[in-house]
């Protein structure tokens, strides 16, 4: 991952953090699914929303075949964005697991309509927070969890 970072902030960070290693949250989530994909087989594809933005990876088994962000405002425009790794790689949307996770809840629009096209989709239940974070769901926290494997 190839990323610009504003020379204040990486200042400001190795001035209180000398030895910190900086990562592009794509290479946590990517890390992240990396992780929960080796016990997989197959295609599977993740998706991680932060706010208006997601991001969204494909594996084969454990090798990495798509990676991007992309930034939508309705849900038709994510549901687009969704299903082109699904038309790149000639794939069933039927047939491939869907792992979401960040900022989505099961009543939203925006899952109602990924449903409406996939029918395998899971929200990690394997992260194991402290009382005050199990009272949200797990999901929410799922580059947390990612950042975890960088150090």
Do not use: W
């Amino acid at each position: 991952n190839i990323f610009a970072l504003d020379t204040g902030i990486k200042n400001l960070i190795n001035g209180y953090f000398p030895t910190a290693e900086i990562y592009h949250a794509s290479t946590l989530f990517i890390k992240g699914v990396r992780e929960r994909s080796k016990h997989r087989n197959g295609f599977q594809l993740y998706i991680n929303i932060i706010g208006d933005q997601f991001q969204i990876v494909l594996f084969e088994d454990q090798d990495l075949l798509f990676s991007n962000v992309f930034t939508y405002k309705t849900a038709n425009d994510f549901i687009y964005f969704v299903m082109l790794p699904f038309s790149q790689f000639n794939l069933k949307p039927e047939a491939v697991p869907l792992y979401l996770s960040g900022d989505i809840v099961e009543n939203s629009e925006v899952y109602k309509l990924i449903y409406r096209y996939i029918r395998h989709i899971h929200l990690p239940s394997f992260l194991n927070f402290g009382a005050q974070l199990k009272k949200q769901p797990q999901h929410f926290f799922f580059n947390l969890y990612s950042s975890k494997l960088c150090v």
